[in-house]
């Protein structure tokens, strides 16, 4: 069984920063590539940017320059850390991870997190 957990959420101003947390735990043989989705009410979930296991990265025009993402394998953590926060930016924040797991044989699937609150006020 594997978990996503997003941590770091919450409430802030324009203009502000928040770090995202998104730990992985469970029968885990290797994380691949790792990303940050993001839903708005009555908005469809949309891609925030994506991180393979070498740490390349790539991000949705909507936050390049001001969102950084970032992983420590040894800890099956992916982060994403915010900052010149915008009032658009308010969603749900979710992680995904493209994830192996070897039983009786190969398993390769994408897990989701539950998702954590990003509020940006005016």
């Known amino acids: 069984q594997v978990q996503l957990v997003e941590s770091g959420g919450g409430l802030v101003q324009s203009g502000g920063s928040l770090r995202l947390s998104c730990a992985a735990s469970?029968?885990?043989?290797?994380?691949?590539?790792m990303g940050w989705y993001r839903q708005a009410p009555g908005k469809q979930r949309e891609l925030v940017g994506t991180i393979t296991n070498v740490g390349s990265t790539n991000y949705a025009d909507s936050v390049k320059g001001r969102f950084t993402i970032s992983r420590d394998n040894a800890k099956k953590t992916m982060y994403l850390q915010m900052n010149s926060l915008k009032p658009e930016d308010t969603a749900v924040y979710y992680c995904?991870?493209?994830?192996?797991?070897?039983?009786?044989?190969?398993?390769?699937?994408?897990?989701w997190g539950q998702g954590t609150q990003v509020t940006v006020s005016s």
């Open positions: 995904n991870a493209d994830i192996s797991q070897y039983g009786s044989s190969w398993i390769r699937q994408a897990y």
């Open positions: 469970g029968s885990i043989f290797s994380i691949n590539t």
